[in-house]
């Protein structure tokens, strides 16, 4: 019986080391790929809360800056990340992605208490980046913070 059960231990052994050692790292594996002469520019964009424009049309808050980073050859052979710091300056910063929904509670003029959702976004063109705010009422009620923006560039040479 001993050795019946160690002949069955000794062929166990054996197909887990044949098994592993057959599918051991091979060549393939320890290649590294880089991308050479990738760049990266990040500007920091601060909009503070009388920089803002109501847009009747679009029915939302809109401010432009200038992006010289943000030239024809990144625009159309590069990447744009956008986003967000929530809470700056604080223990609870955070840097969000846009597009960036965020839901407050706010008391209406009747008395009543709503949800209501802000949408902060972006678009760009060569040379600017835009910015927009719109409340889910789609009323202009004013910008009541300053916002600090990150846009990261990222091309290749």
Known sequence: ????????LVIS???VLGVTGLTSCGDDITEQY???GTQLSNEYI???KNQWNWD???ECYVYSHNLSALDDHVYNNGAVV???FVNPDKDSERLEQLPFLFTYWAEYDDGEWRTYTENL?????PGVVTFYIQASDRTDGGVTDNYEFKVSLIWED
């Open 82 to 84: 956008t986003s967000v």
């Open 46 to 48: 601060l909009v503070n």
């Open 13 to 15: 052994l054996l197909a």
């Open 1 to 8: 019986m001993k050795t019946r059960l160690y002949k069955y």
């Open 121 to 125: 976004n972006c678009s760009y063109k």
């Open 56 to 58: 009747e049309d679009l």
């Open 34 to 36: 880089y991308v050479v």
